[in-house]
């Protein structure tokens, strides 16, 4: 069975930082690309970052582009998403997810929220 975990979500302060984990199990980690989403209140599933199997490439929206930082650990079967200088635009449930159109295959999110 398929199965990921996401940790380390909470109340920061804008400006503040978090370091987003999610464990996967049940599958080859290693072979899949892999990707960070976020789902507003009241808004759809919104795509945040993505990386390579081989770790080689990541991609951003524009809105996090220099503020999150995306990693994986293949010999632990985790994935990360450092995030600095958080906005009060950037509260949502977090999501890691099997890289897929619409990414079908996730975990039950971690909440975040920037608030002063």
């Known amino acids: 069975e398929v199965q990921l975990v996401e940790s380390g979500g909470g109340l920061v302060q804008p400006v503040g930082s978090l370091r987003l984990s999610c464990a996967a199990s049940?599958?080859?980690?290693?072979?899949?690309?892999m990707t960070w989403v976020r789902q507003a209140p009241g808004k759809g599933l919104e795509w945040v970052s993505s990386?390579?199997?081989?770790?080689?490439?990541?991609d951003y929206r524009a809105s996090v582009k220099g503020r999150f930082t995306i990693s994986r650990d293949n010999a632990k079967n985790t994935l990360y998403l450092q995030m600095n200088s958080l906005k009060t635009e950037d509260t949502a449930v977090y999501y890691c997810?099997?890289?897929?159109?619409?990414?079908?295959?996730r975990g039950q999110g971690t909440q975040v929220t920037v608030s002063s």
């Open positions: 997810a099997i890289q897929a159109m619409d990414w079908p295959i």
């Open positions: 049940g599958f080859t980690f290693s072979t899949h690309d």
């Open positions: 990386i390579g199997s081989d770790v080689a490439e990541t």
